[in-house]
């Protein structure tokens, strides 16, 4: 057992740190997944992540395991479960705190390192068969809570739906991205929500700019350019 025992007689779990990173990719869903270099599981895909250091906060522990395996910088990391049952390392007792972010496409760029063998983006309707660890139930509750934040359609979907898009963007490419994300891993049964409702409601969203005389061409006609202010002003 990896549990230790201190002067008060209490026994010390180890700690760690698992990341659910996601994107939109051709108007898919994606997640990136990282092929274990080590045992356990050498060899299979998993999450992220790795153990906190001594004293280190979680979040702070979550950003550099990212960075370390995947070359990854995330700004926005969103703490959504704990994960404690009995069983989940073959190792010993070790519970894991997960934490979900989003990239945009452009910014999708990863390189494995330290003890991954490889690092790829996965469509989420067609995940690995066998995951490492619980990694399997970690990413079915972090869709699930993107699915019921899209469902409410309420500011806790905003911040990580706008970090999957570009600095400037049309309201079709936050509206894929939206989809995409209710739609979780339903590829199949994706459906697009309603132009006009789902435009009247972003466009009431504080933060939330049409960028003066700045246009991207469409199908038909050129799109108007949007820029989303993180502090949810309006000026």
């Known amino acids: 057992m990896n549990a230790s025992r201190y002067a008060d007689g209490y026994a010390r779990p180890s700690l760690a740190a698992d990341i659910a990173l996601f994107t939109v990719i051709n108007g898919e ?3 990136l997944l990282i092929e274990r270099g080590e045992s356990p599981f050498k060899g299979h895909w998993a999450l992220p992540g790795g153990f906190v250091q001594e004293y280190e906060p ?3 522990c979550a950003r550099r395991e990212l960075g370390e395996e995947t070359g990854f910088k995330a700004a926005l990391l969103e703490q959504f479960g704990i994960f404690d049952q009995k069983g989940r390392d073959p190792r010993g007792w070790y519970i894991s705190v997960a934490f979900m972010a989003m990239t945009s496409e452009k910014d999708a760029t990863i390189k494995a390192g330290t003890d ?3 690092t790829r983006w996965f469509p989420v309707s067609h995940l ?3 995951l490492a660890f619980d990694h399997s139930e970690i ?3 972090a869709l699930e809570e993107l699915g019921e934040r899209a469902g409410r359609f309420d500011q806790a979907i905003m911040d990580p739906l706008f970090a999957m898009l570009p600095e400037h963007f049309t309201l079709s490419q ?3 991205a939206f989809d995409a994300i209710h739609a979780g891993r339903s590829k199949e049964d994706k459906q697009e929500s309603d132009k006009r409702n789902f435009r009247k409601r972003v466009l009431a969203l504080p933060g939330l700019q049409a960028i003066p005389g700045a246009t991207q061409r469409g199908k038909h006609r050129p799109a108007q350019l949007y820029k989303y202010n ?3 002003s309006s000026g």
Do not use: S
Request: glycine content about 0%; hydrophobic content about 40%; overall charge negative.
């Open 29 to 31: 869903l994606h997640l």
């Open 58 to 60: 979680i979040a702070d």
């Open 128 to 130: 690995p068969d066998r």
């Open 174 to 176: 936050l509206q894929e």
């Open 230 to 232: 993180t502090d949810r």
């Open 139 to 141: 990413i079915e509750r």
């Open 116 to 118: 991954a063998a490889d």
